[in-house]
């Protein structure tokens, strides 16, 4: 009998990476019956939605405050579910905080738990390493430093790689090209990517330094052309609305669901940190990196976190071929870097080439499709394995 899987997934990102593990599922057995919570990624790949979690995707103390009850009222939810219903296996994909609800859920339950795209406990929250061993059976490892730290820390772990590559992959199979990219390149324009993030705070929060960085660029160099590559339409429309009349003159096109093509086209791009930068770093275009964050998270977090970058082609390479920078108060100085940076990218030639050879380093090491595929298969051997036993053992294949 095929089985029952309920997937948990919080992000925009995840729910692209989630789709992308149901597509292989259902290659390899297309009987599997998969539910949960998440975004319309899933429920297009085949995934029946209880919730479309991502919809509440919240980030920081604040931001979550507001929703705790709703966010417990889907956790007694999929508790129900699982009570009442043979669910097989939990895949959670990133969205810890409420995640660890859905785990504990689970297991009260007798389910195993698979983590995809487990929380980055190796650069924030090791406190939460005894959560991980209680709840979870099997860590997912996109990233080579979480094989180590959480195999190193008693988790069976299964190294299966980065499921953005599987993304990057796909797209360069059937990537349009945009006749006015190219067209605009003949005629001498050099163009420059512009990512304000995929989750609303992101975008509120950065694209005011980007657009003041946009501009004083232009000043300097009149053939710069920006695409701003929103993830949502009401994204778009927010950074359109931004816009002074003064700047209806700025060469800025605005795009939605184009952000492969752009980053593509683009000589280099601004961009706030997030796993997008996988992308740009498989697609060899140099990128200056910023994060625009308030004080009193930022104060809480460098006692948190001990990681010298944090942007994850930095962390995978032994240097940082993304300038970055974490902007408080002041947006002054992270504006300067975006211009300082954007400038050098496309004025000094030999420094632009340098960081596109270290990135194709980088690319050549671990941009290797495969993941979703790869973590398919665990899991339906993991489960295959796990017949007429209680638990998964670390001797599973």
Not at 76 to 96: G, T
Not at 184 to 203: C, D, F, I, Q, W
Request: charged share 25%.
């Amino acid at each position: 009998m095929s089985p029952r899987i309920f997937f948990s997934v919080g992000e925009p990102s995840g729910d692209q990476h989630a789709a992308r593990l149901i597509d292989e599922l259902l290659k390899i057995d297309s009987e599997i019956e998969i539910r949960g919570f998440g975004g319309p990624a899933m429920r297009e790949a085949g995934c029946r939605l209880d919730v479309e979690l991502t919809q509440h995707a919240v980030m920081g103390l604040l931001e979550v405050l507001p929703k705790l009850r709703q966010f417990f009222r889907f956790a007694e939810q999929a508790e129900a579910l699982f009570q009442h219903s043979d669910i097989d296996a939990v895949i959670l994909v990133d969205f810890p905080g409420f995640n660890w609800h859905i785990a504990k859920a689970a297991k009260k339950h007798g389910i195993p738990v698979f983590y995809y795209c487990p929380p980055q406990l190796w650069a924030w929250g090791k406190w939460r390493l005894k959560k991980m061993r209680r709840t979870v059976d099997e860590v997912l490892a996109v990233l080579p430093v979480e094989e180590q730290f959480f195999t190193s820390n008693g988790i069976h772990t299964t190294y299966v790689g980065h499921p953005f590559f599987d993304a990057v992959h796909q797209s360069e199979l059937h990537l349009p090209t945009l006749e006015r990219f190219a067209q605009e390149r003949l005629t001498g324009k050099k163009l420059v990517a512009v990512l304000p993030g995929s989750r609303r705070h992101e975008v509120e929060r950065n694209w005011p330094l980007m657009l003041e960085a946009i501009r004083r660029i232009h000043r300097s160099q009149a053939d710069v052309k920006f695409l701003v590559a929103a993830y949502r339409e009401n994204q778009c429309l927010f950074c359109r609305n931004e816009l002074t009349t003064e700047d209806q003159r700025l060469p800025i096109d605005f795009f939605v669901g184009r952000t492969s093509e752009i980053i593509d086209a683009s000589e280099c791009a601004m961009m706030v940190s997030g796993s997008v930068s996988l992308e740009l770093m498989a697609r060899k275009t140099p990128a200056v990196v910023i994060y625009r964050i308030d004080r009193f998270f930022y104060e809480i977090g460098k006692r948190l976190v001990n990681l010298d970058s944090f942007t994850l082609p930095n962390l995978m390479g032994k240097g940082k071929v993304y300038p970055e920078f974490i902007s408080v108060g002041n947006p002054e100085p992270a504006i300067e870097m975006l211009v300082s940076s954007i400038n050098r990218f496309l004025g000094d030639t030999d420094y632009s080439l340098k960081v596109r050879e270290e990135l194709q380093d980088l690319a050549d090491q671990f941009a290797t499709p495969g993941a979703s595929n790869r973590a398919a298969h665990c899991i339906l051997s993991k489960l295959r394995a796990r017949s007429g036993k209680t638990e998964l053992s670390s001797s599973d294949p």
